[in-house]
C-alpha cells in the first residue's frame, strides 16, 4: 500500500466521525425551519433584537426573516463554517506531527522516500477527504432544503446560495488545513498542534465578531478568515472574488512553508 492510501485509510474513521456529527448538526438545523413560523420564534427574535443596540444586532445577524429558508440557512450556516474550518485545521495539525508524537518516525525514515514525498502523499490525502466531506454535505444541504421548502422558498435562488456558501466554506476550510500543515511541520512538541490550530482559529474569530462593533474596527474582518465567507452576505451577495484570493494565495504560502520547515526539522526520535 503506497503512502497516499495509507493516509486516507488512516484518517477515514476521523472524517466518518465529523461526517457524522455535521450532518447531524444539517438535519437538526433544517428540522427546526418549519418552526420558526408554526411556534411564531420569528416574531420573538424580532421583539428581542429590536431591543438591542444596532451594532450587537449586526453581530446577531440583523433583522433576518428566518421564514426564509434562504435567511434562515445563512444565517445558521456560520456555525457549519466554523465546524468546517476546525475540522480541516485538525487534518492539517495532525499530518506530520502524528509519527512523531506515536514514535512511528523511525519506520517512515526506514522507508525509500523523502521528506517531500512524505509531505505531499499526506497533504493529497488530506486535501481529497477534506473536498469529499464538503462535496457530501453539499449535497445533503441542497437535498433538506428541498424537503422543507415552504411556499416562500426561491429554490433556484436557494441552490446558488448554498453552493457558494459551501464553496465559501471550502476555501476558507482549506486555508485553516494549510495553516494546519505549517503548524505540523514547526512545532517540535507533536501533542501540542491540535490546540494551537484550534486556539488560532478562535483567535480569528473573535477579532472577526469584533469588526461588526463599530465601523472603526471593520478592518479587523481581513484578520478572520472565516468572516471571508460570511454566510449572510455570500447568500444575498455572492463571493467576494479579493477575499477569496487572498484565502487561496495564503493558502499557498502556507504549504510552501511546510515543505521548507518540515525539510530542515530535526525529530524527536
Excluded at 105 to 122: D, S
Excluded at 255 to 263: G, K, T
Aim: charged residues 15%; negative net charge.
Amino acid at each position: 500500500m503506497n503512502m497516499f492510501k495509507y493516509e486516507l485509510k488512516l484518517n477515514c474513521k476521523t472524517v466518518l466521525i465529523w461526517l457524522i456529527v455535521c450532518i447531524g448538526i444539517l438535519l437538526f438545523l433544517f428540522a427546526m425551519f418549519p418552526l420558526m413560523e408554526l411556534l411564531g420564534i420569528q416574531e420573538l427574535i424580532d421583539n428581542q433584537l429590536s431591543q438591542m443596540p444596532p451594532e450587537m444586532q449586526e453581530i446577531m445577524g440583523g433583522q433576518l426573516n428566518l421564514t426564509d429558508l434562504c435567511q434562515y440557512f445563512s444565517s445558521e450556516f456560520l456555525y457549519m463554517v466554523m465546524a468546517f474550518c476546525i475540522f480541516a485545521g485538525i487534518l492539517g495539525a495532525n499530518a506530520l506531527a502524528r509519527e512523531e508524537y506515536d514514535g512511528s518516525i523511525e519506520f517512515l525514515y526506514a522507508k525509500p522516500v523523502t521528506r517531500t514525498q512524505i509531505l505531499t502523499a499526506k497533504l493529497t490525502a488530506r486535501f481529497v477527504l477534506f473536498t469529499v466531506f464538503l462535496m457530501i454535505l453539499t449535497v445533503i444541504s441542497l437535498g433538506m432544503g428541498y424537503v422543507v421548502r415552504n411556499d416562500q422558498t426561491d429554490f433556484s435562488a436557494f441552490a446558488k446560495g448554498t453552493l457558494l456558501m459551501h464553496v465559501g466554506a471550502y476555501i476558507a476550510g482549506l486555508f485553516f488545513l494549510a495553516v494546519g500543515m505549517l503548524i505540523s511541520s514547526t512545532v517540535k512538541k507533536g501533542n501540542m498542534t491540535i490546540g494551537l490550530i484550534i486556539g488560532i482559529f478562535f483567535v480569528t474569530y473573535i477579532i472577526g465578531s469584533a469588526s461588526g462593533l463599530m465601523e472603526e474596527l471593520r478592518f479587523l474582518e481581513w484578520f478572520a478568515p472565516a468572516y471571508y465567507a460570511n454566510p449572510v452576505e455570500v447568500m444575498s451577495d455572492g463571493l467576494e472574488p479579493l477575499k477569496m484570493a487572498v484565502l487561496l494565495v495564503a493558502s499557498v504560502g502556507a504549504v510552501a512553508l511546510s515543505y521548507r520547515q518540515y525539510n530542515k526539522k530535526d525529530f524527536y526520535v
